[in-house]
């Protein structure tokens, strides 16, 4: 290793141990990792099949993965018999492009929240168009308004205490408010309301594509999503293409496995998008901008997928819901958050921002932070095989020079060993 790269893993060793001594992170996630638990276990017990839905859900992304070309075919040929326009973008600079052309300048622009948008940098480049851009997810405001990157999938700001959000409002929206969790929230509705109403555009992503109809599924608690993607003349989904599945159930199927292992019975709203607004009223004509958006556009992005899909162990990771259940649960995420991560939080997040264009030097260094304890797979509902992952990348970073290759052989032994652990303990647990 060039002392280049050993200088880069203990600039990231320092930032780390700096977030788990001198910070509230540990603090804020004692307290978002206790009520999760509880709301996550609640729900399992009450519905009881959801491990069986689960498995289900794992055949349906195996199948969707395997045929990923087909699918994105078949829904772009679903979403322009629907009169939405679909546009392929090979990379995050051609999605970027690919909206930027759809908004123009001088625009207000609402978004809901949307991991595929953080990855492409979509709001700095509509603002360096000269848009007005608001994050309108509650935890994305607030990260929007700190400047940073979110610190998990489905909490981005799971790191930040009510304390801090607070001095955040104040400073940035100019509004007094106390840290009291129902005044900010309160605070957030009235600043958004105003901007969702003028919006000129709303975008959304997706926790499912539906290929066979032709539609945009996403789930959603604060309402924000429904009116971003319902007021506003224009509405664009960007969404990664390992979203699709074959048919409308295999996504309904997708979105109640992951609002179930976020931890949610119901979540507020299940949206479910498949054409611009239209109506037959008169004459049973069909004519397009009704009272929601009379222009819809969906812009499925590659950036890295297909490439993922053709590792035989790593396009595991395409099967992700981006739950964020994992994360909960690994020891160095709870002490660090997302920091533990690049582009993408957490383990599996390294694999993805390992592919989506994340700084890979930075991935190499947090690879070797996993501590192979398998927390990761055991909560995940796809039991997703991170540990596996995490080893397997540590090899490609090694052929590529970046990560020392007797580093990587330990690697393996230790994988190999843990294995060995594992089994043991399956066999232990299941007697
Ligand atoms: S790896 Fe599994 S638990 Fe983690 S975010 Fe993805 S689906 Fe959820």
């Known amino acids: 290793m060039g002392v280049e790269s050993q200088d880069v893993f203990a600039k990231y060793r320092e930032m780390l141990a ?4 001198e910070t509230e992170v540990p603090k804020a996630l004692r307290r978002a990792v206790t009520s999760y638990r509880g709301n996550v276990a609640r729900v399992l017990k009450l519905f009881p099949d959801t491990l069986q839905l ?7 992304k195996e199948f969707s ?3 990923l070309d087909e699918l994105v075919d078949a829904a772009c040929r679903s979403f322009e018999r629907n009169k939405v326009h679909c546009h392929l973008a090979r990379d995050a600079a051609e999605a970027n492009r690919i909206v930027g052309e759809i908004v123009g300048s001088g625009k207000l622009v609402v978004k809901g929240k949307s991991m595929v948008t953080e990855e492409i940098g979509l709001r700095e480049y509509l603002e360096g168009l000269g848009n007005e851009v608001w994050e309108t997810d509650l935890g994305e405001l607030i990260i929007q308004l700190a400047g940073e990157r979110p610190m998990h999938l489905t909490s981005p700001s799971i790191h930040m205490t009510r304390e801090r959000v607070a001095e955040l409002f104040r400073e940035k929206l100019g509004v007094d408010v ?5 005044e900010l929230v309160a605070a957030a509705r009235r600043f958004l309301r105003d901007k969702l109403v003028n919006a000129d555009v709303g975008i959304s992503g997706a926790n499912a594509v539906a290929a066979e109809t032709g539609s945009i599924v996403t789930i959603e608690n604060e309402g924000n999503i429904r009116l971003a993607t319902g007021l506003p003349p224009v509405y664009i989904a960007v969404t990664g293409i390992e979203k699709i599945v074959p048919r409308l159930r295999d996504a309904m199927m997708v ?3 992951a609002w179930r292992f976020a931890g949610y019975v119901a979540p507020a709203y299940v949206n479910v998008i498949s054409s ?6 008169i004459e049973k004509t069909i004519t397009y901008g009704a009272q929601g958006p009379r222009e819809m556009h969906v812009v499925l992005v590659d950036n890295g997928r297909s490439e993922m899909a053709k590792h035989p162990v790593l396009k595991e990771a395409l099967y992700c ?3 964020g259940a994992c994360m909960l649960e690994c020891p160095i995420f709870d002490l660090v958050a997302g920091n533990y991560g690049d582009k993408y939080p957490g383990g599996i997040g ?3 921002s390992y592919f989506t264009g994340g700084d890979k030097q930075r991935v190499a260094a947090m690879l070797y932070l996993c501590a192979m304890c398998y927390r990761c797979k055991e909560r995940c509902p796809l039991s997703i095989d991170t540990p596996k992952m995490i080893v397997a990348l540590r090899n490609m970073l090694a052929k590529e020079g970046i990560v020392p290759p007797q580093v990587a052989k330990n690697a393996e032994e230790t994988l190999k060993a843990n294995e060995k652990i594992l089994e043991e303990l399956e066999k232990k647990v299941l007697g």
């Open 321 to 323: 819901l981006k739950c």
């Open 54 to 60: 689960a498995q289900e859900v794992r055949r349906i």
């Open 178 to 182: 106390e840290p009291n969790i129902p």
């Open 350 to 352: 390294l694999v993805w």
């Open 65 to 67: 993965i395997d045929h």
């Open 276 to 281: 611009p607004s239209k109506t037959g009223d």
């Open 18 to 21: 700096r977030v788990a001594t």
């Open 255 to 257: 979105a109640e496995t």
